[in-house]
C-alpha cells in the first residue's frame, strides 16, 4: 500500500515552564522541572522512563538485585505505592520493618541513580484490600476520601509518618525522590469494598468533592514534610486534574476488570492506534478526555500495561509484545514520559492478623502481573524488548522531546479490528524526525506486511520510505539525522543509542523483523564509495564507518534478536547475553538457568581475558558449578491435594531455585508450615515459586500443594495469548502434572 504524509504545516512546538510548582534545585546545583511538553534536567530534555514496583510486595533481600535490573533496563523512575493497610493495619500502630522499610528501598533507589515517584494515598488500588483503606476506617464516624475532619486528621497522621521515613531523601535535600501522587483515580475508579459479601458488588467510595479534595490533601502532604520537585494525580476517568499538579496517564489493553459482571468475548482496544495526545482541540477514540487543554501539560504516563494480573473470571497469558508496542504507540502520540504498571511483580504479605490484604477477585497472594520483571526476578520478554525504546528515548532526548505528532488523516479513527489499514505516525519539526510504525493489535491477529511506502512531504521535496514489518512487530525510523555532522536522510533501521568510542561517536541500531535494513545518507557521505548502506542477508552484528570529508561516525547495526540481548554497561560498552546482567560496584554479573553461558562485548576486547572474534564483536565463555541437588518428590495425599518434599540442601550453591509446576484446575495454593507461601489462577502457564526464602523450612516440612477442580460445566476463561477463547468444561478437572526445581546460577563477568 501507499501513503501519503504532508508535513509542510509541522513546526516545533511552542514551550514554556510550567512554574515554581514543577520545579526544584539539589544541593549538589541539578535543577528539574516541567515545562508544558517533558521534563528538563539542568534545562536539558530529559525523557522519564518509570517503572512501577511495590517494596512492601517483595522480600528486602531481592530489592537491590531487582532495581539493578530495573537501572539497567533503561529506567530512570522507579514509582511505588505506600500501601496505607499494609502499614497501620492496626488503627495507631505503623509498621516500617522489614518488606515494610520504605526508607531502606528509598536509599537504595539513591544507590543505585534512580529517582522516586511516592504514590503516597490514602487510596492507591493496586488491587490491595480496599484500595489501600484500613479496615477500621470503615468503623468511623465519617466517608473515607472526602474533606471530613475525621478523615483528614487520619490521613495527616498517615503523612506524616511517611515523611518522617523518608526525612532528607527528598530531590531538595540531595535525595532521590522527585514526585509525589496525591490518592488515587479519585472519582475516576474505586476498588471492590472488601467487608461486604463478595457477591454484593459494592465498592469503597470513590469521592465527589473534585480538585478541593486533592488540593486540601496536597496542602497536608506538604506541611507534613511530603516535598517533592511536583505533586501529581491521575488524568484518567473523571479525575480532577489541578493546574498545580502534574496528571498522569496510562493504558490497558487487557482489562480483567470488563469481566467482574460481564460474560463474553474480550474486544480489541483503542490502545494500539497513533492519537495526537498535545494538540488543542483533538478529539481522541481512548479516554484522553482531558479537563485541560492538552497543549498546556505534557502527555506523561505512569500506569501503561507493563503487565496485567489474571482475576478469577478472566484468565490469559499476556503476548509480551504488547508492552513495547504501547510504549511505540505513546511515543509516536506525543508522550514524553512513559511509565509502566507493573515493571516489577511481587507477592502480597499477610495481614498480621492472617488476613489477606488483597482484593477478593484476584491471587491473595501473587502479584506477579505477568510484568517485565517477574515476582521472582524473572526476565520476561518485554523486558528485553522495551529496554531498547528505553535506550533510544534517553540517548535521543534532545532530538525527540520538542517534536510534535503529525498524523495521517483518519489514523486516530481506525477500528481495532482493522488490521489492514497501516498504523503510523510521525513526529517531526517540519525538517527531521521519526517515522512510528506498529503492527500489533490486541485481541486480533496481525500480519506480515511486505510492500509499504509511506511519502513524506517536505520542503526540498518528497521523502518516501519503503519497507515490510512481521506480524507483531513495531519500529522507529529516523530521518535526516544528524550523526556527529553527517546527514542520515533515513534509515530502515531503528536508532537504539550512541555511544563514545576511540573519541567519536558509535550510533547503533536495529533492524526490525520483516525489514530489509538500508541507511541513505547525504550526497557527499561515504560508505565504501557509496551514500548507501544495505545490511546482508542473515544479519547479526555489522559495523561500518561512514565519512564526510573529515567528519567520521561509525555505526553497529544489529538483528532484532542480537539487539535484545543487548544492555549498555559501564564505560559505554555493550554487554549482549539472552540472561538478566547486574552492574553494580562488584563488577557485572550474570543472572542465568543454564550453567554455561556464551556472553558477546562490543568492543570485542570488553570484558578483557580470553575471547574470539565473531565480527564486530567479542564471543567470551563462562561457566560455573552445574547445580545437582536432584528432582522433587511428588506425593498425592488427595483427590486434588499432593505434597512435595524437597532435597534437603536445596540451593546447594544457587542463588535461588524456581519450582515450576505444571497443573490442571481452577485455582492452585500451595503450604507451607500450614501457612500460605503462593496461589495460582490457572491460564495454562507454568505457575512458579522463588524458593530462597523458604529453604530452611523445606528441609523440615513438604510443601502442600491443594488444587480447586473446575467444576463441571463451569464457564471460565482459560485463554490463548490472543485472549480469544472460551472454554467449557464437561467435567470436573484437578490434578498435578509436573513439578520441577530450576535453579538460579549468578555467574560473575569482572568489570
Known sequence: MNYKLSLLDAHAKKLYPLGDDFSGKSPQGTTLSVNNYYMEQDSRPFFGVSGEFHFSRMEPARWEDELIKMKLGGVNIVATYIFWNHHEETEGSFDFTGRRDLRRFVELCRKHGLYVILRSGP????????????????????????????FLACVQRLYTEVAGQVKGLFFGDGGPIIGVQIDNEYMASSAPWEMTAGISNEWAFGGDEGEAYLLRLKELAWECGLRPVFYTCTGWGNAPTPDSMLPLWGGYAYRPWLFYSHKGEHPATEQYVYQDYHKNGIVC??????????????????????????????????????????????????????????????????????????????????????????????????????????????????????????????????????????????????????????????????????????????????????????????????????????????????????????GGGVYVF???????????????????????????????????????????????????????????????????????????????????????????????????????????????????????????TVEQVGPSRYTLKLPENLMGGAKDVLLKIEYAGDIAHAFLNSRMISDNFHNGAPWEIGLRELAGELREEPMVIAITPLKEGANVKVESPMAGRLEEIGKSVAGLHRAELCPVYEIGLGR
Not at 480496599?130 to 476520601?145: C, Q, T
Not at 544492555?567 to 560498552?573: K, L, P, T
Open 285 to 502: 477514540t481512548d479516554d484522553f478526555r482531558p479537563k485541560y487543554e492538552p497543549e498546556t501539560r505534557p502527555y506523561a504516563c505512569c500506569e501503561m500495561g507493563g503487565g496485567m494480573m489474571c482475576s478469577y473470571n478472566y484468565r490469559f497469558q499476556l503476548p509480551y509484545k504488547s508492552v513495547d508496542a504501547m510504549a511505540n504507540v505513546k511515543l509516536g502520540s506525543g508522550c514524553n514520559f512513559l511509565g509502566y504498571y507493573m515493571y516489577q511483580g511481587g507477592s502480597n504479605p499477610i495481614g498480621k492478623n492472617g488476613q489477606y490484604l488483597n482484593e477478593s477477585q484476584v491471587c491473595k497472594i501473587s502479584y506477579d502481573y505477568q510484568a517485565v520483571l517477574g515476582e521472582f526476578g524473572q526476565v520476561r520478554e518485554s523486558y528485553k524488548r522495551t529496554k531498547l525504546l528505553h535506550y533510544f528515548v534517553r540517548s535521543f532526548a534532545r532530538e525527540l522531546c520538542s517534536l510534535p505528532t503529525v498524523l495521517p488523516e483518519g489514523a486516530s479513527s481506525i477500528d481495532p479490528n482493522d488490521t489492514d489499514t497501516l498504523r503510523f505516525a510521525v513526529r517531526t519539526d517540519g525538517r527531521r524526525g521519526f517515522l512510528f510504525v506498529n503492527n500489533f493489535q490486541d485481541h486480533c491477529t496481525t500480519h506480515d506486511r511486505i510492500e509499504e511506502t509511506v511519502t513524506l512531504e517536505m520542503e526540498g521535496g518528497p521523502l518516501t520510505f519503503s519497507f515490510g514489518i512481521a506480524a507483531e512487530e513495531n519500529c522507529i525510523l529516523p530521518f535526516h539525522m544528524d550523526l556527529d555532522g553527517i546527514k542520515l536522510v533515513q534509515a530502515n533501521a531503528q536508532p537504539i543509542t550512541r555511544i563514545e568510542r576511540d
Open 123 to 150: 487510596f492507591d488500588h493496586g488491587e490491595v484490600r480496599n484500595g489501600g483503606l484500613p479496615d477500621w476506617l470503615y468503623g468511623k464516624p465519617f466517608e473515607v476520601r472526602r474533606l471530613s475532619p475525621g
Open 510 to 632: 536495529l533492524v526490525p523483523k520483516g525489514m530489509k535494513g538500508e541507511f541513505v545518507f547525504a550526497e557527499g557521505a561515504e560508505v565504501d564509495g557509496s551514500n548507501i548502506f544495505i545490511c546482508p542477508d542473515g544479519l547479526t552484528a555489522e559495523e561500518f564507518a561512514v565519512t564526510q570529508g573529515e567528519k567520521q561516525a561509525k555505526v553497529l547495526v544489529l538483528s532484532r534478536d542480537m539487539a535484545e540481548q543487548m544492555y549498555i554497561v559501564d564505560g559505554g560498552r555493550l554487554v549482549f547475553t539472552t540472561e538478566a546482567l547486574l552492574e553494580d560496584e562488584t563488577g557485572l554479573r550474570l543472572e542465568t538457568m543454564e550453567p554455561e553461558n556464551t556472553v558477546y562485548c562490543y568492543p570485542a576486547d570488553s570484558l578483557g581475558g580470553e575471547h574470539t572474534v565473531q565480527g564486530p564483536l567479542g564471543e567470551y565463555r563462562f561457566v560455573t558449578e552445574n547445580w545437582q541437588e536432584g528432582a522433587v
